[in-house]
C-alpha cells in the first residue's frame, strides 16, 4: 500500500472502519541516543489512532467485539517498560508492529514525542503510519 493510500485509509473513516486512539499517553521512558538517555528516563508522549475493521454486532456490549484502548495502553507501557531503544523510529515501529498483531487492526498511526529535549521547542519526534 503506498503512503497516500495509508494516510487517506487511516484518516479517512473508510466504511467499515472505526478508529480507536489515544492521546497524550505520558510515559518515561529510555530514548535515546546519548549516554545520559540511555540511564535517566525521559518523559515521552505517545499518540495512537488505529483503523479497526468493525466485526461482530457493536452495539452487542461485548467487549470482545472491540479493540479495547486499555489493552493497547497497556502493550506500549509493556514495549517501553522492555528497556532502552536508541531511536524514537524503532519504538514506533515496535508499538506498530504490536498493535498489527491484531488482525482487526487495518492500519496505525503512531506519533512519539520527545518534549524535553529542545529548550525552544514544545516538543520533537516522529510520526509513522503503517497498514497490513
Not at 6 to 22: K, M, N, P, Y
Not at 81 to 94: D, I, R, S, W
Not at 96 to 110: G, P
Amino acid at each position: 500500500m503506498t503512503e497516500a493510500k495509508i494516510s487517506r485509509h487511516v484518516a479517512s473513516g473508510a466504511a467499515g472502519l472505526r478508529h480507536v486512539f489515544v492521546r497524550d499517553l505520558e510515559l518515561q521512558a529510555l530514548l535515546g541516543i546519548y549516554p545520559e538517555e540511555k540511564v535517566n528516563p525521559q518523559r515521552i508522549i505517545i499518540n495512537l489512532d488505529l483503523s479497526v475493521r468493525e466485526a461482530g454486532d457493536p452495539l452487542s456490549e461485548d467487549i470482545k467485539n472491540v479493540v479495547s484502548y486499555e489493552i493497547v495502553v497497556r502493550q506500549v507501557e509493556r514495549i517501553v517498560a522492555q528497556g532502552h531503544v536508541n531511536l524514537v523510529e524503532t519504538l514506533a515501529e515496535l508499538i506498530a508492529r504490536e498493535c498489527l498483531d491484531d488482525v482487526r487492526v487495518e492500519a496505525i498511526r503512531v506519533r512519539i514525542e520527545k518534549p524535553d529535549v529542545i529548550a525552544n521547542a514544545r516538543s520533537v519526534g516522529v510520526e509513522i503510519e503503517r497498514a497490513r
